[in-house]
């Protein structure tokens, strides 16, 4: 828990979305399996969609760390090292989603994408709620004698 301290505001919101969207998503994805999509059995999915949020907040948090590296760098130093951080990020969303292919007993392809495109409006919620906390900033509270 100290080190989701250490990260910025953003990352925190961010992460924060991705694990609030996550009862979301699961009831909205068992919905849809119920009534649309009855061939898949709802544990693999929940499965799934649990390893898509969790990719996607180690995402972010790599992300942020990436870039609070390369911020110390020089110029192309710093350019090869985000590129390299960027092509991990890639890679490892790959090697999740080919793990969901072939365990898909185990681990449910969509509920996995629904995970990972669960960043975007984790994104959205986070820039709402900076803005919000800029337009509204907290209170002080009077101290007391």
């Known amino acids: 828990m100290r080190r989701f301290r250490q990260l910025s505001v953003t990352a925190q919101i961010m992460c924060k979305a991705l694990a609030a969207l996550y009862p979301v998503l699961l009831i909205l994805g068992l919905v849809v399996y119920f009534f649309l999509y009855p061939f898949e059995k709802p544990l693999p999915f929940a499965i799934g969609l649990l390893a898509g949020s969790l990719l996607s907040a180690s995402k972010v ?6 870039l609070v ?13 985000t590129n390299l951080q960027m092509a991990a990020r890639y890679f490892l969303t790959i090697g999740v989603l080919v ?29 709402w709620r900076i803005r919000k906390l800029q337009l509204d900033p907290p209170v002080p509270k009077p101290e007391e004698e």
Do not use: N
């Open 61 to 66: 948090v790599l992300l942020e760390k990436s």
């Open 69 to 81: 590296k390369s911020l110390d760098m020089e110029g192309k130093v710093a350019k090869d090292y």
């Open 99 to 127: 793990l969901a292919v072939f365990f898909r007993h185990i681990i449910g392809l969509l509920g996995t994408v629904a995970g990972i495109i669960a960043l975007q409006p984790a994104a959205y919620i986070a820039a």
